[in-house]
């Protein structure tokens, strides 16, 4: 027996502009419920941002509805670019979309829900209508019955204006009411191309993370430090015991290598075997 998915009307009394930059008085949270959203997350997986990606400003954004309390819970969000939505959800009888709105939005232009008070009255006829005709526009829509936590992706998003919904339902005579929690992430850069979870990291110095395969306290000190100097008593990043063997100490013998490289050698294009002394050659 499933619970009814006539999840619509969204009823959007609670229409919180917190994607670009404006809470609505209606229903908006604190400052403290503001300072610790990035508390909310329902995962310990990194879900982005990936490799040549920057995190829409405002983001992310943590969606929770209940039937018995705030229902719906809604979003706008701005991506200035083509971009991609990562949505974290778990649920009972709840119902997640992500619609564009807006003048240039099809339903302003041809449904004629521009404003607030006008999208209050969007149903799930106009949201399937739109879906039907401008599907670019209903990037994400998901009706759940019930399931666990996991990863939905929503990608080569247009740029433009999206408005994040959660609404909860009651459902078998109302003896299971509906409650859902959607974690909203939304970058951009990659053309808004799949990207999995968990991915490589973007590299950015004054990140404060010292990323090895990239960076440097020659590159970035801000992050790895500075470089050390010959002679300060500190084996530094950019010292060894080839290069610098008063801070680092002599290396150890490999095996018949008794001679010092050529004064001016690269550490990491030496060979492990060394210059062969006449003695090691007997």
């Known amino acids: 027996m499933a619970i009814r998915q ?3 009307p969204v009823v959007l009394t609670a229409l919180s502009w917190v994607g670009c930059g404006v809470v609505e ?3 908006a949270p604190g400052e403290a419920a503001l300072a610790t959203a990035t508390q909310a997350a329902s995962s310990n997986d990194y879900p982005g941002p990936c490799q040549s990606e920057t995190t829409v400003p405002g983001m992310p954004q943590y969606l929770s509805s209940d039937y018995h309390g705030r229902n719906p819970d809604t979003r706008v969000v701005y991506l200035p670019d083509t971009g991609r939505f ?5 649920c009972v009888g709840t119902g997640f979309i992500v619609i564009r709105i807006g003048p240039d939005s099809a339903l302003c232009q041809n449904l ?3 404003e607030q008070w006008q999208l209050a009255t969007l149903t799930e006829w106009d949201v399937n209508w739109v879906q039907s005709n401008f599907p670019a526009q209903v990037p994400f829509k998901h009706i759940c019955t019930k399931h666990g936590f996991g ?3 929503a990608l080569g998003v247009p740029q433009g204006t999206y408005l994040a919904v959660a609404r909860s339902d009651s459902g078998l ?3 299971v009411d509906g409650h859902g929690t ?3 992430y939304a970058y951009t850069g990659n053309g808004g191309a799949y990207q999995p979870v968990n991915c490589a990291r973007p590299t950015v110095c004054g990140d404060g993370i010292c990323n090895w395969w990239n960076e440097s306290c020659d590159s970035c000190s801000q992050d790895c430090g500075t470089c050390s100097v010959c002679g300060d008593g500190l084996c530094g ?3 060894s015991c080839f290069s610098c063997t008063e801070d680092c100490g002599f290396c150890p013998d490999p095996g018949g290598c008794l001679e010092p490289f050529p004064t001016g050698t690269d550490a990491n294009l030496r060979p492990p075997d060394c210059y062969p002394t006449a003695q090691s050659q007997k």
């Open 6 to 8: 006539c999840w619509l």
């Open 25 to 27: 008085e209606a229903e």
């Open 86 to 90: 990562r949505l974290g959800i778990s």
């Open 112 to 114: 004629g829900k521009c």
């Open 151 to 153: 990863w939905y992706d």
């Open 173 to 175: 005579f109302g003896a």
């Open 182 to 184: 959607m974690d909203t």
């Open 237 to 239: 990043q950019n010292e």
